[in-house]
């Protein structure tokens, strides 16, 4: 379970991080 919550901090971080950067992450993902 704390696997799940700490993906989703993660993301969540990855996404301000990608949004702060001004790039889309969905490419690199998609890999």
């Not at 301000?16 to 993902?29: A, D, F, L, R, W």
């Amino acid at each position: 379970m704390a696997r799940v919550v700490y993906s989703e901090e993660f993301r969540i971080e990855a996404v301000k991080q990608v949004t702060k950067n001004g790039y889309s992450i969905n490419c690199q993902t998609q890999r």
